[in-house]
């Protein structure tokens, strides 16, 4: 590491408030720092008219504490006014921005496509390196300032990069603007190895130039995108983060996935919000710094119907909600149901009526039947792969009911066909636990538990293989031991948490009401 490096990062290291790393960790005030959040490139005017303050505000008020917004700071698209106002909306609300300062494409820029030529010298003529110097020096002691993004998606434009020279751009680059602000992070902004120029010995084609790239000094995060999922992808997550993770493990710097979603033209967006949360999760779980969703907007458009993609967002889809609620490794997110009788539940709950009513009653989650045998309104939200439930939950009485409490269920919005279910069959005095998609309705275990009008509390936990969990009535002790327990390796998605309430073959309208969760994420 070059002397000028050694020095920044001894400045840094200990800075309040921003971004920094040690090795391939990423650190926020000293502790380890994983996030999530979203690409919105229209901030700038990039889709049309550039958002407003107040739009700004909203829109970072909505996100978890110190999530990160991957946005277009383009020579050609944003200017500094507007820059100023979404650096002071974004430091107000405690958020954090990645700046990316170029594109491969000539989308939104003023010096056009980009090619190895470009790379190698072309990129140090016109006005590009004046903007970078303008941008950075600007807003250097912000920080609401996460990394600063050198280029987007090196590459795409004509493929086959060169390392060495990528190396040197990158070097170059990434030198000057440590040499202004040794305070903030720099990130290549790669899509992937395979925009680069096959080496002998590669495993995956471009894999060695891709590494030579990310080696240079100045440079300390990786990255890659991933749309595979469109493009005939059926692996967990994108099958080239074995190449550029393994880079960034050599390295010993942290990788990111800068851009992910899929289109919702294949798809509902409830089973696309499903698919893409338990997608970073396992960007997370395995190694990955952090990932930003592509793309939060200020208004919808998709170009379904000319054969074209939808991976926009907008407040209240149910993967924006689902990762403006995401819960980390170690964090517990609670759920008290406050609110006024018949408001509905607080993202980033989603009902699915059928028939009934899924509302808010005396400050307590409600689902009520309507009067016909055997309906099933479901909630469900998104879920932990492995992680603990606490969650009270009352009958009304002990007529013919079903209370399914699901987890790791990768089908949005129906009864699970995957995952496990702890369900009360209230008439039956039965308590069973099922590991869907294996039982063909036949319970893992089933035990005897005599059931009243009375609140119960359960406790479900599912780590790994090992699913346990225990009801109580709330007028007793906790028991010591699990009430049914098994073990499966199933199904290991996040997947979704739900409630399925059913009533009985007497076209009665019967309810449970469900309170005091909370949702721990065990790692």
């Known amino acids: 590491m070059p002397r000028t490096a050694i020095a920044a990062a001894g400045r840094r290291r200990y800075r309040k408030g921003f971004v920094q790393r040690s090795g391939a960790q990423l650190l926020l005030d000293g502790a380890p ?43 050609g698209n944003a200017t500094t006014t507007l820059l100023d106002d979404l650096v002071a909306s974004a430091e107000s609300a405690g958020q954090k921005l990645i700046l990316t300062l170029n594109n491969d494409l000539p989308d939104l820029v003023n010096d056009g496509a980009k090619n190895n030529t470009w790379y190698a010298s072309g990129y140090a003529s016109g006005g590009w390196l004046t903007w970078v110097n303008t941008v950075v020096s600007r807003y250097r002691q912000s920080p609401a300032i996460g ?22 751009f990158y070097g170059t680059v990434a030198g000057t603007i440590k040499a202004l602000d040794p305070y903030h992070l720099v990130c290549t902004g790669d899509n992937a190895e395979y925009n680069y120029a096959t080496t002998t010995g590669d495993s995956w084609s471009g894999e060695q130039a891709y590494r030579t790239a990310s080696s240079a000094a100045d440079i300390d995060v990786l990255s890659i995108h991933d749309y595979e999922l469109d493009f005939g992808g059926t692996t967990p997550i994108s099958s080239h983060f074995t190449p550029c993770s393994g880079a960034a493990a050599t390295l010993n710097k942290p990788i990111i996935v800068g851009e992910v979603n899929r289109s919702a033209c294949s798809l509902t967006k409830p089973n696309r919000s499903t698919t893409i949360h338990s997608r970073v999760s396992r960007y997370l779980a395995g190694g990955a710094s952090g990932a930003a969703v592509w793309n939060y907007s200020d208004h919808f458009y998709d170009y379904c119907a000319t054969g074209g993609a939808d991976y926009i967002l907008v407040a209240g889809d149910p993967l924006a909600n689902a990762m403006q609620t995401y819960i980390h490794s170690g964090e517990t997110s609670s759920e008290t149901w406050t609110g006024s009788n018949g408001a509905v539940w607080p993202k980033p709950w989603t009902r699915v009526l059928n028939a009934g009513t899924i509302d808010i009653q005396s400050n307590a989650g409600r689902i009520l039947t309507p009067a016909v045998a055997y309906q099933t309104p479901v909630a469900y939200r998104p879920g932990i792969a492995n992680g603990e439930m606490l969650l ?12 399914d409490i699901g987890v790791r269920s990768t089908v949005a919005g129906a009864a699970p066909t995957n995952g496990y279910v702890v369900s009360l069959r209230v008439s039956q005095n ?72 059913t009533n009985g073959a007497t076209a009665t309208a019967t309810s449970v009401t469900v309170d005091n969760l909370s949702l721990t994420n065990l790692g």
Request: net charge neutral.
């Open 33 to 75: 720092y994983k996030f999530v959040g979203f690409n919105a490139f229209g901030i700038a005017g990039g889709e049309g008219t550039a958002w407003t303050r107040s739009f700004m505000d909203s829109y970072f008020a909505a996100m978890r504490p110190a999530s990160m917004t991957r946005t277009w700071c383009f020579n």
């Open 147 to 168: 990394m600063w993004e050198i280029i987007n998606e090196a590459g795409q434009s004509t493929g086959g990069l060169d390392g060495t020279t990528m190396r040197n």
């Open 392 to 403: 009270d939950i009352t009958l009304a009485s002990t007529a013919e009911q079903y209370v």
């Open 430 to 501: 039965l308590l069973h636990l099922y590991d869907v998609a294996t039982s063909s309705g036949t319970p893992a275990q089933s035990v005897a538990f005599t059931y009243s009008a009375t609140t119960y509390r359960l406790r479900f936990r599912w780590q790994g293989s090992t699913i346990q969990a225990r009801l109580w009535a709330t007028s007793g002790s906790e028991p010591g031991t699990w009430t049914v327990t098994t073990t499966s390796s199933a199904t290991t998605d996040a997947g979704n948490v739900q409630f399925v309430y």
